[in-house]
């Protein structure tokens, strides 16, 4: 029987915005009333949600964030969106880029996460979560233009902990 030390906490994939794209996105959150937003700092577009893994695959997962092929990608964060069932608002966009799906592609096939059991969504929605306990606002959305240049690999902290992932590892291009 394995105890708690012996597993991660939830990992996951992500992109990591920059201070200035953190910044924009906290703005767009002012529409959001009444709702638990985000920390600026946890802001992120999830590529792949790992779950609570073995601690013994912590170092190949962080191996992933040096080893995969990565370079900037510009994208524009364009609409709001919502999980209404989750009552979750984000944002997300209009077109997405090829090589945002092609870089999930890549991580998904990397060596190391074939060794792990997690659920691969068959749909890909990229988005960073703004809100929780949200409605759709009824305002506009202003762009937002991101180059991402930053990868991580990033777990939950404990509850009521601000801002509440940390990184693991991350890299920046």
């Not at 170092?59 to 994208?75: C, G, K, P």
């Not at 209404?84 to 991580?107: F, I, N």
């Amino acid at each position: 029987m394995s105890s708690d030390s012996d597993r991660t906490g939830r990992l996951f994939f992500a992109l990591w915005p920059d201070e200035q794209t953190a910044g924009l996105l906290a703005q767009r959150q002012a529409v959001l009333e009444g709702a638990r937003h985000t920390h600026a700092r946890d802001f992120h577009l999830t590529l792949a949600f790992l779950g609570v893994q073995p601690m013994s695959q912590l170092a190949a997962l962080q191996a992933v964030v040096e080893q995969i092929e990565f370079s900037a990608i510009s994208m524009t964060l364009n609409t709001y969106g919502e999980f209404a069932r989750q009552k979750v608002v984000w944002a997300g966009m209009t077109d997405v880029p090829e090589s945002l799906r092609e870089l999930r592609v890549r991580l998904l096939a990397m060596p190391a996460l074939s060794a792990v059991s997690f659920r691969r969504e068959g749909g890909f929605v990229p988005h960073v979560t703004l809100a929780r306990k949200a409605a759709l606002p009824r305002a506009g959305f202003e762009p937002i233009h991101w180059t991402a240049r930053r990868i991580a690999l990033a777990t939950s902290q404990e509850a009521g902990t601000m801002p509440r992932y940390r990184l693991l590892a991350c890299r920046d291009v």
